[in-house]
């Protein structure tokens, strides 16, 4: 049995003939004429009386229609159930972040979102690997230097800029009074790596001043982690000189265990972005958490 020749049956014997279920449907009455013939075939018996003034029902009719309005209450209820889970925030969503953002942004943005939709469950994947989000069935991905190219199957969001800066501790300070650019390749270096950022960035920082210069500062670091909390702790504790996000380094500024060097020189601005798939099917849950992502990273970032 053919679920539209039910149905066509259905809107006949709803809308009390074949001319008015046309109007309604749209379906030409010799459409749906077919599909009754076809169903009563199927069914092997004779559902309706026709003639050319009247339409009845049959006893064998009567009873197959009594069943296609209990499949058509129950599509309603199918119907409706859809546009509810569609218009509300629940369900599992999977974020990939960068640790040094997921830090920085803190467990409050986390806490105030699952506090605000309750009925999500959030998994947040934090990593420094650039993730597949569509092979490995991430809804958002938070990153930064982010290529918008690279992938055309994915959308971003912008949240905001950031730039590193060059900063070293007090006491190594202390110790390399005078330091220029060129100077910094003969001094111990520590920095941040991993595979988010491009090729040889951790030995290769490209620097920008004010006035719109470029260069390309070439050094061998004494270490290298993609854990940018660990570089600043390093920094501070005398290790070297770190080029490092404001972010990242923004509390320590504040507090005297780090100072900034040449601060005529500084990275490109990058851009913080959240990503996700160009899918029309986003889930309630994945959209409200771009939109508090926004606001918050809005609120931190700028």
Not at 157 to 181: D, M, N, Q, Y
Not at 228 to 255: F, H, Y
Not at 283 to 301: G, L
Request: charged share 25%; with cysteine; aromatic share 6%.
């Amino acid at each position: 049995m053919n679920f539209e020749d039910l149905r066509s049956f259905g809107m006949v014997v709803q809308h009390g003939g074949f001319t008015a279920a046309e109007r309604a449907t749209g379906e030409r009455k010799a459409k749906l004429s077919r599909h009754i013939q076809r169903l009563e075939s199927d069914l092997e018996t004779q559902l309706l009386f026709r003639s050319t003034r009247s339409l009845r029902l049959t006893e064998a009719g009567r009873a197959i229609y009594e069943q296609w309005q209990i499949v058509e209450s129950s599509l309603e209820d199918a119907e409706a159930i859809a546009v509810e889970f569609r218009s509300r925030v629940s369900g599992d969503l999977r974020v990939s972040c960068l640790p040094g953002l997921a830090r920085y942004l803190g467990p409050k943005f986390v806490t105030d979102f699952l506090r605000d939709y309750p009925e999500v469950r959030l998994e947040l994947h934090v990593t420094t690997e650039k993730v597949d989000l569509i092979n490995k069935r991430f809804d958002l991905a938070i990153m930064a230097e982010v290529n918008e190219r690279s992938n055309p199957s994915l959308l971003t969001r912008k949240l905001g800029e950031t730039r590193s800066i060059l900063v070293a501790s007090p006491a190594f300070l202390a110790r390399h009074p005078g330091i220029t650019l060129e100077g910094i390749k003969q001094l111990p270096t520590v920095s941040v790596g991993g595979d988010y950022l491009s090729a040889g960035w951790a030995g290769s920082w490209k620097l920008r001043n004010d006035k719109g210069a470029s260069y390309t500062l070439r050094h061998r670091p004494v270490l290298v982690s993609n854990d940018s909390a660990m570089i600043r702790d390093a920094v501070i504790e005398g290790g070297g000189i770190g080029l490092l996000s404001l972010q990242t380094c923004e509390t320590a500024l504040a507090q005297g265990t780090l100072k900034q060097i040449l601060p005529e020189w500084h990275s490109l601005w990058g851009r913080i972005s959240i990503l996700f798939p160009d899918n029309r099917r986003m889930s309630p849950a994945a959209r409200a958490f771009i939109e508090h992502m926004s606001n918050s990273a809005r609120q931190k970032i700028g």
